[in-house]
C-alpha cells in the first residue's frame, strides 16, 4: 500500500465505537449516509467492556446478595448465601458479550462498514487507519470524532492499586478495601464490595460529596449505617506498600495523624481527553490542555466539516450525554435543524439506594438567583416502599417561585434511576408545578413519593 493512496471515500467517518460513536453511526446511516466506523478495540467502547456494564453487574450481584435478608422475613427458607467469584466473571463476560453481539448486529442492519484499527487524520479530508501490517488512507466528507476518554497514568503505580477498569473486575473480593477520592466510582465500589463482604473505607480531601445537600445528607447517613469509614477533608496522604498490604498516612479533618491498611486500594482517576494520537493538528482541530475538544451547539469543531461527541468533549463524562450527542452530530451533517442546547442531562449513581439528579440543586438555584419552592418527600411515607422495605431516601422537588417553573428534581431512593425519566421530560418541557400534580400516579408506587415532593413544593414546601 502507498502512502497516501486513497482506497475509500466515504461520506462520514466516525473514529470510535462507544455508546457516542456507533450511536452517531447508526443515526447517519439511517439518514442516508454511507458510514465507515473505525474501532481500534471492540464495539462497545470503554462503557460495554469496561466501565458502566461491569460497574452495574457487579453492583446487581451485590444487590441480589442483600435481598436474602429481606427474602427470609417474607417466607423463604434459606440454608446460607456464598458467593462464588469464577461464576460471577462467567455471568458478567457473557453478557457484555451478548450486548457486544448486539452492538455488531444493529452496525451490520444499518450497513455500516465496521473497520478495526488506530486511526489518525492526515489533513482535514484524509484520515489514515493502520490494521497490523495494513495501512489504510480514507477521504471523507464529514468525520465524527467519538474517541472518549483517557485515563491519566502515574508513573510509579503500586501493585495493590487498582486500574479503574479493574475495580469492579477483581478475581476475588477484597478483604480490604481503601477507595481515595469521592466520585460516582468510589461511591459504587464502596457499596457494592461491603455488601459482598468487604471491609470499605473512604479518604477524600474535599469536605462534602457534590450532590444536593439534602441528598449527601441521607447519602453520608447510609454510608455509616453500612459500616463504611468516611474520613473527609483529610490532608497530606500518603502510601506506601509492603507485602501485599498497602499502608495509608494522612491527617484527619482535626489535624490528628492517621494510618489505614488495606488489601486493595483504588484512587480516583484523572481523566483527560482521547486525542493524544489522533494527529488533530493536521485537522485543524485544537484541544484544551487536557486533551478534550471543544465544539458548538451543532457538535462541530473549529473545523465545521469536523464533529466531536462524548466523553472526547470534555465533562460530563456520561454516555447519556455522548448518545444524544452522537445523534445531533448525524444529524446536523444530513442536513437537519439539531442542536444540543438541554441542561437536563441525568445523573446516576448506583449508591445504596441509587441517587439520581437532574436539573439545578437548591444550593445552585439559589446562586443563579432565583426565589425558589422546595418540596421534600421521605420514602419512609411510601407505601410501597413500607412493602419492599426500601424506605431509605427522599425526593426533592425544586421550583421557580414567581413562574411555579421547575429548575431541578433530587432523589435518593429505590427506583430513583427511573423515575428522573419524569423530571427531565417535565423539565424539557417546561412543566410548572400543576403540570406535574395533574397526571394520575399509580398506587402503590415509588412514583408517589414524586408526586407528594410536588405537593409540598406547593402547599407547605419552604419558600427559599
Known sequence: ??????????????????????????????????VLLIEQRKLGGVCLHDGCIPSKTLIHAANVAESFTHMKKVGFQLQGLLFDVNTFQTYQQQLIERL???????????????????????????VSVEKGHQYDVIHFDHAIIATGAAIFEQDEKLKTQLHPYELFQLKKIPEKLLLIGCDDMIIEAAFAYRKLGAAVSIIMEQDSFSFDHSITKILKRQLKKAKINVYTKASSIQLSEESDTVYCRFLK????EATLTATHFY????????????????ANV?????????????????NKHIFAVGDVTGEPLLAAKGIKAGKI?????????????SPWIPKVVYSDPPIATVGMSEQEAKAAG??????????????FAQITEKRAGIVKTIFDKETERLLGMHMIGEGAAELISTAIVAGEMVARI???QYPLYPHPSYHEALLTAVEQSDSCGKDV
Not at 253 to 256: A, D, I, K, L, T
Not at 286 to 302: P, S, V
Open 253 to 256: 479533618q482535626n489535624g490528628e
Open 100 to 126: 457486544y453481539k448486539g452492538v455488531t448486529a444493529l452496525c451490520q442492519k444499518n450497513q455500516i462498514e465496521v473497520v478495526n484499527g488506530t486511526a489518525a487524520f492526515l489533513t482535514d479530508e484524509r
Open 286 to 302: 485544537l484541544t484544551d490542555e487536557n486533551g478534550f475538544i471543544k465544539t458548538d451547539e451543532q457538535c462541530r469543531t473549529q
Open 434 to 436: 400543576e403540570d406535574l
Open 370 to 383: 432565583y426565589a425558589i419552592k422546595v418540596g421534600e418527600n421521605s420514602m419512609q411515607e411510601n407505601g
Open 329 to 341: 452530530a448525524a444529524e446536523v451533517i444530513a442536513g437537519h435543524k439539531a442542536a444540543v442546547d
Open 1 to 34: 500500500m502507498v502512502v497516501g493512496e486513497i482506497v475509500q471515500q466515504k461520506e462520514v467517518v466516525v473514529i470510535g465505537g462507544g455508546p457516542a460513536g456507533y450511536t452517531a453511526a447508526v443515526r447517519a446511516a439511517q439518514l442516508g449516509k454511507d
Open 267 to 282: 484512587k480516583q482517576a484523572k481523566w483527560l481527553g482521547n486525542t493524544k494520537h489522533l494527529g488533530l493538528t493536521r
